[in-house]
């Protein structure tokens, strides 16, 4: 804008000139001001991530897999069918995940599953894995409605002990 003050006589020789000016070229200048007390810095936090629980490994010989919390029912059924075979509380770890490898479990004598997502037919069999033995059954509450999967499944432990 000086420029234009100082050299727009000089090119129209004299001649009276009248510059207008229009409010969107305006331009407005804010200044922002910071507070004058200081604020304070504060050292980032840092954020512990506990670990990913890896599944825990069954310390026991005989391994249940079960789908869910065990009803009255269905533990007193379990309780049954591990003291006919000597199986005593405390001598067996329950769990509710299926091993990655149950073949990585080098103490394991015996792996019962009562879980209807891994039986693989109607008729259960023994399964050998490295010297213990696998049985896939259905879940304990089902095997209290159907005395003959109960009886088919004891007649298999009986051959185990």
Known sequence: MEIEKDYLGQIFDGDQLFVFQEKEDDNKYTLEQEDTVAKSVQEPQ????????????????????????????????????LKAINIEEGQYDIIYEHPEQLKAIQHLKLFLSFHNQFVQSTEYAILKINKGNAIYAHDLAELNKDTSKKLMLWNLLKTIV
């Open 46 to 81: 840092e954020v512990i991530k506990p670990k990913p629980q890896e599944p825990k490994t069954p310390q026991k010989e005989v391994v249940i897999l079960v789908n869910e919390d065990l009803g009255t029912q269905e533990k007193e059924t379990l309780n049954k069918l």
